[in-house]
């Protein structure tokens, strides 16, 4: 026993000096390429090895024959191991290298191609993760894409509808002015609808830059869905009268939700709105407050016809108008844009689907905590 454990400390000790001098060498190494601490690493390893097999040798008084065959074998072993090493590790590199090479790409064009070939399952986890991202950063990019089409769209769409009324107040004021115009009366209330037409148009941008400089204030109090809607076809009726337009409620649950009632009644009422100026004359436009899973839906279903499937998707961008022939005269495209900014200010979300002879709006809201 004595001597088993007298060979095991000789063998430790050589087996320690290698490792010290091996983790020296890392150490002066960690710079340099993976394929170089591999090989390393080896090294250490099979000097270890080498260096107790031959203390604990030398201490057993070996003959110069049983020596040289024990030092013979070991080295072979080491040749092999180190080659194995090196191997591997020109193998890792490359891998590396060309993982290297891909996001150095992906950070110049900005997509991410993964290379081709076998790899470590860390290296292989890596090319997930920026996979991943590169996926992650294009839909970003995508939407910001959008986004600044929809500012493009909405500048000029705005500039076109503040200078059409612009154009008619100054005639207007200069046949005022200088004394030709048939009837001033007419023309000083037409003046007012106009100058009340671009203060709503204001209204509605600046309602929007909070909304999307996120210093949109809600103050939400418990509300019921009927109180919601009643006010709001309450509001809605001339307007409706005025187009021939026939407004009914369908069915409203009695579903309590807290929201902030003035904000939800401008959501409501820009639904209302756009539902009313696209259904045609002797056209339906139907309300409905249902209880869902997610709380309170509430839905504005008109008979405009449709939206083609492909600019469902664009409905609630800023500035989206739809086709000409669907765009009401002086519509600026920034009521939709509002009612989602509103809603998704109160943790719900808005939808829009083709139903048969429309299309339907609808307004998820959570419900009221007990």
């Known amino acids: 026993m004595t001597?088993?454990?007298?060979?095991?400390?000789?063998?430790f000790l050589g087996a320690a000096a290698a490792g010290l001098l091996g983790a020296?060498?890392?150490?002066?190494l960690r710079h340099r390429p993976l394929a170089v601490s591999m090989t390393v690493v080896a090294a250490v390893a099979v000097t270890a090895m080498l260096a107790g097999t031959l203390t604990v040798a030398w201490a057993m008084f070996l003959s110069p024959h049983d020596l040289t065959v024990v030092t013979t074998v070991v080295a072979m072993a080491a040749a092999v191991s180190l080659?194995?090493?090196m191997l591997l590790g020109r193998w890792v590199a490359a891998r590396s290298r060309d993982l290297t090479l891909a996001?150095?790409?992906f950070g110049e064009g900005g997509t991410f191609a993964a290379p081709e070939g076998q790899a470590t399952a860390e290296l292989a986890a890596l090319t997930r993760e920026l996979a991943s991202t590169s996926a992650k950063l294009e839909s970003s990019r995508e939407r910001e894409r959008a986004l600044e089409r929809s500012r493009r769209e909405l500048v000029a769409w705005?500039?076109?509808d503040l200078r059409t009324p612009l154009t008619g107040l100054r005639a207007m004021s200069e046949a005022l002015e200088d004394g030709v115009a048939p009837d001033s009366g007419r023309y000083l209330r037409q003046i007012r609808r106009e100058v009340e037409h671009m203060n709503d148009m204001v209204g509605d941008l600046f309602e929007l830059s909070r909304i999307h400089a996120g210093s949109l204030t809600l103050t939400p109090t418990r509300v019921s869905a009927h109180d919601l809607v009643g006010d709001a076809l309450a509001g809605a009726h001339p307007l409706a009268r005025?187009?021939?337009v026939r407004l009914v409620g369908v069915r409203v649950d009695a579903v309590p939700v807290?929201?902030?009632s003035k904000e939800m009644s401008r959501v409501l009422g820009n639904l209302l709105i756009n539902a009313i100026r696209r259904t045609p004359a002797d056209g339906t436009v139907a309300v409905a407050a249902q209880r869902s899973p997610d709380g309170l839906v509430l839905s504005v279903t008109d008979g405009c016809g449709g939206i083609p499937e492909e600019d469902l998707a664009r409905v609630f961008?800023?500035?989206w108008r739809g086709s000409p022939a669907r765009t009401p005269p002086a519509g600026a495209g920034l009521g939709l844009a509002i009612v989602r900014g509103i809603v998704e200010a109160h943790s719900g979300r808005a939808d829009v689907r083709n139903v048969a002879g429309g299309c339907c709006f609808e307004v998820t809201l959570p419900a009221a905590s007990p």
């Open 242 to 244: 005025e187009h021939g």
């Open 258 to 260: 807290e929201v902030d």
């Open 317 to 319: 961008d800023t500035g």
């Open 158 to 160: 705005i500039s076109h």
């Open 83 to 85: 080659a194995t090493a």
């Open 3 to 11: 001597d088993l454990l007298l060979i095991a400390l000789l063998a």
């Open 24 to 28: 020296l060498a890392l150490r002066l």
């Open 103 to 105: 996001a150095r790409d």
